[in-house]
């Protein structure tokens, strides 16, 4: 939902720096897989009481998320970098719930409803790109990307943002994961939605 609205924000200074390590010879490839070695680093971090240490990798983990978009509009996007983006995504996004549950176990329950409300958000925003692609259709409401993006109300803006209540507010992990799925799966029936009047003809 926020993604879009913040780009022309985040955009401007990652722009710089993408083009400082493309210069330097530093792939889109090597940051995705290094990101997702620090976010998986982080929900490892959760998992044993670290809860600050993984909140630095977590937020650490975004940046590089978006430092390879940055390079790879520098050096040219790749189908393969964008295979590489989503799967580290996602595998980041189910992660930490993940590191939750092993936590403590009363999260156990809400961690594991949380990371099937992201399995239908995956499959909602996959499926619906993989249908635009076929159609020839294209977006850039979320800057240049490798498939079509579609918008939803949980996106990663508002998914990092509960990532980082949970971790400074650790006792409300319940609580924020259960409201948080239900906006997942809001965000389905959404992008549902859109694909009936999209989709019709």
């Not at 430092?67 to 970098?81: E, N, S």
């Not at 156990?108 to 790109?129: D, E, K, M, R, W």
Request: hydrophobic share 55%; aromatic share 10%.
């Amino acid at each position: 939902m926020l993604d879009a609205k913040l780009r022309p924000l985040i955009d401007p200074p990652l722009g710089l720096l993408g083009r400082a390590l493309a210069g330097i010879g530093i792939s889109a490839n090597i940051l995705t897989l290094g990101g997702l070695a620090l976010g998986l680093g982080g929900a490892v971090a959760v998992a044993f009481g670290e809860l600050w240490l993984g909140l630095a990798l977590i937020l650490a983990n975004r940046l590089l998320d978006g430092l390879d978009g940055a390079v790879a509009r520098v050096r040219g996007p790749t189908q393969l970098g964008g295979y590489f983006d989503i799967v580290a995504d996602f595998a980041f996004y189910v992660s930490v719930p993940l590191g939750f549950g092993i936590l403590a176990s009363e999260n156990t329950l809400p961690a594991l409803v949380l990371v099937a409300s992201f399995v239908l958000t995956g499959v909602s925003f996959l499926a619906f790109a993989v249908i635009a692609a076929e159609r020839g259709e294209s977006t850039e409401a979320h800057g240049t990307k490798s498939f079509f993006y579609s918008t939803g109300l949980a996106e990663g803006t508002e998914t990092i943002a509960v990532f980082v209540a949970m971790c400074v507010f650790p006792a409300w992990f319940g609580a924020i994961a259960y409201g948080y799925a239900a906006l997942c799966v809001l965000t389905v029936f959404q992008r549902s939605a859109l694909a009936v009047m999209q989709f019709r003809a």
